[in-house]
């Protein structure tokens, strides 16, 4: 059974700063993609940022410039720095990954942790 496990969100006031992170373990598979969403209350969950096992990188037009998506392979650990934060950020953030070689849609989540950007 795969274990995707978050920590780090939190409350932060407007233009601070939060770093998550996320492990992942139980798998006899590689995992290939490494990932972020995010969701409120009444919306679908949306894709934050996704690293592949290249490095190659995705990153929602809202996020672009202010967060950073970085990854450890052989921890099998991923983490998102977001710098500049701004209220519309506030939700729950959920680590998702994929052993699949070319489909980085999720196959494991986690549990989701909250980060909440208020004054």
């Known amino acids: 059974q795969v274990q995707v496990v978050e920590s780090g969100g939190g409350l932060v006031q407007p233009g601070g700063s939060l770093r998550l992170s996320c492990s992942a373990s139980?798998?006899?598979?590689?995992?290939?993609?490494m990932g972020w969403y995010r969701q409120v209350p009444g919306k679908e969950r949306d894709l934050v940022a996704v690293?592949?096992?290249?490095?190659?990188?995705i990153y929602a037009d809202s996020v672009k410039g202010r967060f950073t998506i970085s990854r450890d392979i052989a921890k099998n650990t991923v983490s998102l720095q977001m710098n500049s934060l701004k209220t519309e950020d506030t939700a729950v953030y959920y680590c998702?990954?994929?052993?699949?070689?070319?489909?980085?849609?999720?196959?494991?989540w986690g549990q989701g942790t909250q980060v909440t950007v208020s004054s």
């Open positions: 998702a990954v994929s052993t699949r070689l070319s489909d980085q849609t999720p196959e494991y």
């Open positions: 139980g798998t006899a598979f590689s995992i290939n993609f």
């Open positions: 690293i592949s096992r290249a490095g190659d990188t």
